[in-house]
């Protein structure tokens, strides 16, 4: 955000933030529930939903930490925050499709493909 940034365009950012923090804080819940319903030591497919709903949640997570910080954004700072924003989208679009493949993940695949959304809808402020 630079200096000649209007009030409705500041507004909007923080607007478009929140939203996305929020979506991450849903899909790290959808996702370590639904990797809690599996057994620890079942097949092989039910591992790699366990899994994957262990990352998915972690780095939504972390995510969402990051966009709590308050602080100046960079040009250094704007682009570790794009870094972040573009691992959380590939690794949520991944989680939604190991989801999508097991009956009862379907609101946890929704969830992961909407914080891919909000993310991406984040980042298109970045610019």
Do not use: Y
Not at 33 to 62: H, N, Y
Not at 97 to 123: S, W
Request: charged fraction near 25%; proline fraction near 2%; glycine fraction near 4%.
């Amino acid at each position: 955000m630079t200096s000649t940034t209007s009030q409705q365009e500041l507004v909007q950012f923080l607007e478009d933030r929140f939203a996305c923090a929020q979506a991450c804080t849903e899909c790290a819940r959808a996702c370590a529930l639904r990797a809690s319903f599996v057994e620890p030591d079942g097949a092989e497919e039910q591992e790699l939903v366990r899994r994957k709903g262990i990352l998915c949640a972690e780095v939504c997570d972390a995510t969402c930490r990051v966009l709590s910080e308050q602080g100046p954004m960079d040009e250094n700072a704007e682009s570790a925050l794009r870094m972040q924003l573009e691992w959380t989208c590939t690794v949520c679009l991944e989680c939604a499709h190991v989801f999508d493949k097991h009956p009862g993940a379907e609101e946890a695949a929704q969830a992961c493909r909407d914080c891919a959304r909000a993310c991406t809808d984040f980042m298109a402020t970045l610019d």
